[in-house]
């Protein structure tokens, strides 16, 4: 059993929802690791995991649109100092994922067909994003 | 330390929260492992896992009826071409959970007594899905 | 490659968010391993973990209460014996985590300067927790 550890950094665009599916599965690649399991984790309490689908944009569009409603802005909240985006992008973290774990297998990520991996930027502004990428298996 | 990776597939019904836990507790018997990790992977995108109560079904629909408020169908959804039930199936999985990760203690799951591991079919007709189980440990 | 688990037992208060980053810290450093993966998982469906800011107790505060708008005690629950609570805490389980995988990295929780691990008691009343914390690596 081996393992091996990495640290992406993601450059977001405000409220964007980027693909990083293929920057994990470099790692998983290179690991060399045939079987065994994948961690992605986000080094950020304002930004996210999802995996969804990856075949048309709208669904992420409509995720955005969704999600602002269910965490609105406008509401009173007591932690503002950071300006109205910042506490409903801690909640959003709160209900989607801090890290995703995925089976490797043939030496791949064994995501469905229409599945991606996706880091979820809740700010209004862009930023550096820290994602450590765990690999063990054999 | 050892690993054992088996594909599950379960034939589900229209919107409902299907039982796994038996299914997935016989992949950590047959694997020989006494102490470490599984890990349950849902290979869609609408259709996700959940760790719940298992003594009284009720807790069941009840959550079927609230997370249909909460991801409202007649909402206007830009992703509508494969149906009504489609991108409200991926916001659901945006909120739950693509894979649970579960301790492994004396050859079995570490669940507490009132917990059972569930997959939760979000779209409105049957589906075959397929879960990969990944256990890792000695 | 090397594992170790232990089975923490925490008290809370009702409807609290309780810090136990330092309690799974110190599973982490008693275990010697240097990289790896730590995962904390609750056996129960009446509580559940986030990983969170840990620098303004108002994000905690802020959190309960939207979360408490988001899940009513006042809706038309069908599974209502254990009390108004009691269903609200399993529906907010579904959309938290039962589980948590962090990376471990030189012998420490590879979590973010501002990220904070968190057990949310999400009955009305103080309970004992168990929480299983698992530690594989080398």
């Given at each position: 059993m081996q393992q091996v550890q990495e640290t992406l950094t993601i450059i977001t665009r405000p409220k964007s929802i980027v693909d990083i599916t293929a920057e994990v599965g470099r790692v998983v690649q290179s690991s060399g690791v045939e079987t065994g399991l994948c961690v992605a984790f986000v080094r950020h309490t304002s930004a996210s995991l999802i995996i969804q689908e990856?075949?048309?944009p709208t669904v992420l569009a409509d995720l955005e649109r969704w999600m602002s409603e269910l965490v609105p802005?406008?509401?009173?909240?007591?932690?503002?100092a950071e300006g109205p985006d910042d506490m409903p992008a801690h909640a959003r973290c709160a209900i989607t994922k801090t890290s995703e774990t995925i089976p490797i297998r043939g030496g791949r990520l064994?995501?469905?067909?229409w599945q991606g991996l996706y880091l979820w930027e809740h700010r209004a502004h862009a930023h550096r994003r820290n994602i450590v990428v765990h690999v063990m298996g054999i």
């Open positions: 990856n075949a048309d802005e406008n509401r009173r909240w007591a932690h503002d064994a995501l469905g067909t």
